[in-house]
């Protein structure tokens, strides 16, 4: 299958009507692995993903291309995760481009990041072989570097006192 096939394939797949929580619900059934969630924008649908038996959620406004009114991942994650606690993985998505954005994903509830576009500009710039480890040196150069800053000597240390205004849980 060509990129562009795959493309079209996925993008039928995600804006089909007929995936809706009793799908996903199904879905959770019949698959026995873990199963992560995306595109999940406030609390009622998280705890909706827990109590189907979701492993994790992603926090995701999917790059803010399928709905310009949807807010930013990073402002829903905090009362996310004081819905959920520890229940459910977090993940964000979404606008994290650097070492700091990982640290305030992290302050704000994450349990990890995903990071698309710092790749796709690295891999544009310094080719396949050398973009991805050059975006990962500067990425964990960048954290380690606000990991100082803020008097952290582990990222588990990091919680919503490190976030300026003061938000959301204290993780």
């Known amino acids: 299958m060509s990129g562009l096939a795959h493309a079209e394939f ?11 929580w009793t799908r996903i619900e199904a879905i959770r059934k019949a698959w026995p692995h873990h199963l992560v969630i995306k595109g999940i924008l406030n609390p009622q649908d998280a705890l909706m ?9 992603v926090v995701s406004n999917h790059g803010g291309r399928q709905l ?11 009362p996310i995760r004081d819905a959920c606690r520890d229940r459910l993985k977090l993940i964000l998505d979404s606008g994290v481009r650097n070492g700091d954005d ?3 994903s992290l302050a704000s509830g994450a349990d990890f990041v995903l ?12 080719g396949l072989s050398d973009g991805p480890r050059a975006i990962m040196d500067i990425l964990q150069d960048e954290f380690l570097n606000t990991l100082i800053h803020l008097g952290c000597a582990d990222p588990a240390e990091l919680g919503s006192d490190h976030l300026w205004p003061r938000q959301g849980s204290n993780r």
């Open 10 to 20: 996925v993008a039928r797949q995600l804006s089909c009507p007929g995936l809706d």
């Open 49 to 57: 993903a827990e109590r189907i038996g979701a492993d994790g959620i």
């Open 68 to 78: 310009d009114s949807a807010p930013a991942s990073i402002e829903v994650l905090p």
């Open 102 to 104: 990982i640290a305030r």
């Open 115 to 126: 990071l698309g576009r710092p790749f796709l500009f690295a891999v544009a710039a310094l």
